[in-house]
């Protein structure tokens, strides 16, 4: 069974930063990205990276949050940076051998999320 391993939640207040891990123990994905879920909300796309290190993200995100991955480690990394109530959500993180499928928050393979909390 596949598994992506999350870590890196927590509470933090406005204006300030996280950094997001996703392990992926024993197998490589060529698309890996995050995905949040809001409460009462759809899950969205939040950022994707492929395996060569192109990068995508939602436009709510983009220029705060930075997605990196560590190929010899199988673990991407979802840097955020200013930080506000709104970026209140749980992350997945989720990988695909497609790329659409994560950037429309499809993919074949999820996390099992973690909290982020961002106090005003």
């Known amino acids: 069974q596949v598994q992506l391993v999350e870590s890196g939640g927590g509470l933090v207040q406005a204006g300030g930063s996280l950094r997001l891990s996703c392990a992926a123990p024993?197998?490589?994905?060529?698309?890996i990205g995050w995905a949040r879920q809001a409460p009462e909300k759809e899950r969205g796309f939040v950022a994707a990276i492929s395996w060569s290190a192109n990068k995508y993200y939602s436009d709510t995100v983009e220029g705060r949050f930075a997605i990196s991955r560590d190929n010899a480690k199988n673990t991407v990394y979802l840097q955020m940076n200013s930080l506000n109530p709104e970026d209140t959500a749980i992350y997945y993180c989720?990988?695909?051998?497609?790329?659409?499928?994560?950037?429309?928050?499809?993919?074949?393979?999820w996390g099992q999320g973690t909290q982020v909390n961002v106090s005003s």
């Open positions: 989720a990988a695909d051998v497609a790329l659409r499928s994560i950037l429309t928050s499809g993919p074949d393979y």
């Open positions: 024993g197998r490589i994905f060529t698309n």
